[in-house]
């Protein structure tokens, strides 16, 4: 008999349990429901901590054609590219524009082989910071404020072509 009461009273509080969660949802259902506290989903989008920028320079150069463009005359035109080279082909494999930029404007001013800076800077195995292989390459000059006036500068390139 005692086996049955607990059996019985479990069955109820079942029973009281569910239709109490019943009455919930449809109260939820409701347009007046509003969404409790700790969760608002028009409040905190997990998407928007996911950063969507651009995958490499190309991506980004490709994206806005008219930066593109405009970079590559304006490059062109102080002798920090040359004539015959695209900055879309010599950007290629870099993961950010203005480090493309930054490493043409220190081979050039450092007189540097470009190739072997890409190399050092985008690296197969690992890639190593725009001071670090300016350090390597030429180990006499002040990279840290090499590497800052060419990021410095190349920022202003990018902002004066429109990007």
């Known amino acids: 008999m005692r086996g049955y009461s607990i059996v019985l009273s479990s069955a109820v509080l079942c029973f009281l349990l569910g ?31 996911i950063n969507r920028g651009p995958k490499s ?16 005359h304006q490059l062109q035109v102080q002798g920090i590219l040359p004539r015959d080279k695209n900055l879309q082909d010599v950007c290629s494999s870099f993961k950010y524009l203005d480090e493309c930029v930054a490493s043409l404007r220190v081979s050039r001013t450092l007189l540097i082989d470009f ?7 985008t690296g197969v195995n690992k ?5 670090r292989a300016i350090d390597l390459l030429k180990p006499d000059s002040d990279a840290r404020e090499e590497a800052r006036n060419a990021l410095r500068r190349a920022h202003d390139d990018i902002k004066d072509a429109g990007g």
């Open 115 to 121: 190739s072997c800076l890409k190399w050092d800077v």
């Open 57 to 72: 320079a190309n991506d980004q150069l490709a994206s806005n054609g008219d930066l593109e463009a405009k970079l590559t």
């Open 127 to 131: 890639a190593m910071a725009l001071h």
């Open 19 to 49: 239709s109490f969660s019943a009455t919930a949802q449809d109260a939820k259902d409701t347009p007046d429901a509003q969404s409790p506290r700790w969760y608002n989903p028009k409040r905190y989008n997990p998407l928007k901590l």
